[in-house]
């Protein structure tokens, strides 16, 4: 259609508008952050060392000088107070014009309820540990991302490593909490068990409650079904408490642990050695990659003189997730040739990007979601410590369906020799 | 057949346990102060917190290990006349006669004041104390072990309820707790000590209901919340038993937790919801609950 003559100065004051709005800023005195995790309750076991990763890691970009040259500060919101509380204070740093950008959030309900309001407010996010696959499932984000990869890549790699380490499992039980979180890993576990191995039959499937001081009857229920391997993706405050209860009951003298979240809980519980645990991702700090990178142990040597402890992988991917987003910043300076980006540019700058983390390297889909590799390994005692050893580390893309995909028809459509063909336990050391 | 029963029953009774401690204190105060104290829940997680601390510290202090018996007790005790005393004669004498809607608002409010005052002297993180646990040792029942601990707690549950019952058919003070339950202004009439008797109640109730968070300690973690979540169950036991009824809490308290139980073994997904379906049935059947009868109304 031709435009009329008064549609013309209508349409130039919108692009006006529109490049005023994707202009350069001015460089701010400082950077500041809404930092979004969990501080109280059973979660802050796993929320609490995301929030003194984010500490370490501002300490550390500070000591160097900053972003750009502009020093980082960060305001810290605890989700425990329920979505409803999550997004006003979202919302309050998002409208206030002090804030550049927010690192929001542990939870995947969270990000599910943030992600579109990023948009609406323009505000470049990152989901540093949200991992739902729901997230960009139909939906096009513009100003949300997530360094992480997804639940798909996460449970499949637990489920084909468990049946790598255990070729004669035959009975599989499930207990994960009540909420989406747990029933897509379960979905995913199962999905993959029959595609790969489908005469592993299910035994249990469990709910509790998320945030249950006790697991006493479902303990009781576990050991009555007598499992080869009791697979979780509990965490925080709820695993430990579960580990707590069962390891006295015998549980995981009868039955292999498979802990996806474990890695989290080996310095506050006593872990069974033998159980298999991992890290949702890539983000262990001791693995041979974090070596070779060579950010990690400087993280870590920090991170121990500030909360005498090593830290755990919500620490590190919160780390990593700075990491990303100073990266992001670099790039929309270089690109569009400014001292300070705009949001737009911000957002911009993260399409497609890739950026080496603390642990490996970090690469942006199409659809925003971050692809990192998938490390799974066994518990065992080194020097008095509990670690990681037995590793497998699985390629990132590989576990991931392509864009568009439904991802448990995807999984579905995988073979035996799907597994065949992955690395082994004790391939990557 | 038995072998599948056997844990069954083993573990529906251990939750009951459990259930029971904070269900009947709640019942009490309700018997004799015609008070519905939204903030139970609270005193059962101060309890739980007390006595994760003491036991934490006696560990840490190198002090016999079996001192944490006691202190599960005497952190209960000291719980109930900490907050009994005090708060009865403040916040709640001010309620009586007092319309329910009062009675509920205020004892709402004080739940979030202590929930408040939990976080700030506890902290907000998980707190475990399983020491009396672990001394303890396990049994195999069924094919499946428990731990001794869980069996004490069955046994502590049962004697509690006789003693209750003891202390109110047998000791002067119960049977003036009693009387005044039976009809408060013909009591008062006779020289029964009325005010007196309520603050013995409640202090009873606050001690009941952190015995069982203190019970609780050893075998769960403690967090914030856990209060709210107790509540819940307890406001169930005791509307199916019916307000006011000790057996009736301890009766309720069993139905709940086989309730409970049987989801878990074969309806997973009705876990969260069980004893509230069993309370909508027992509420349609029975409006006063199990145990409870019909109030007369007064005109």
Redesign the interface.
Known sequence: MRKTSFMRPIAAAAALLAAGAAAAEDKPESLNLGVFTF????P??YG?PGRQGAEVMIDMINAEGGVAGVPVSATYVDE?QGAEGVISEYRRLSEDPAYGFMIAALSSGNCLALAPIADQLNMPTIGWNCDTHQLYLGNDYQFFYRPNGNTIAEFMAYALYFLDKNPDVSRVAIINP?YSFGHDAAEIVKATLKAVKPEVEIVA?????L?S??F???I??L??ARPDVIFSNMWG?DL??FI??AA????FRTSVGVFALGESALQSVDVPEGSIVGVLGDGYWMSPDAQEIGLAAPFAEAYRAKFDADPVFPSVKMANAFLVMKAAYEKAIADNNVEWPSKEQLAAAMEGMSTTTMTGEMTFREDNDGVVDQLVGTVAKVDGKLVMTDMARYDGETMLPPLGEDPIAWIGSLTPEFLAAMPKPGSYE | MLQ?LI?LF??AL??AA?IFFVAVGLTLVFSVLRILNVAHGSLYSIGAYVAASVGLWIVAAGLPAWLTFPALVLSAAFTALLFGPVIERTLIRWTYGKSEAVQVLVTFGLFLILEDLQ?MVFG???I?A?TP??LLG?SEIG?????NY?LALIGLAVAVLIGLRLFIRRSRTGKLLAAVVADREVSQAMGIDTNKMFMIAFTLGVLLAALGGAM?TP????????GA?TMVLAFAVAAIGGLGQVEGAAVASVIVAVA??LA??YA??L??VAPYLVMLAVLLVRPYGLFGAGATRRI
Request: zero cysteines; charged letters at 20%.
């Open positions: 501080m109280s309750g059973g802050a076991a609490m425990a009540d499937e469990l709910f509790p409650k945030g001081s006790t006493q009857t479902e009781s229920r050991s009555a405050g430990e408490n707590r209860q006295p009951r015998g549980l | 599948t844990p083993v573990d251990a939750n459990l976080r907000v993180q998980s475990y399983d646990m672990a396990i094919g499946i072990v428990y731990l869980q609780a075998t769960t973690g403690v967090a914030p919340g856990l979540d409970k139980v878990i073994y997973p997904a876990d969260a």
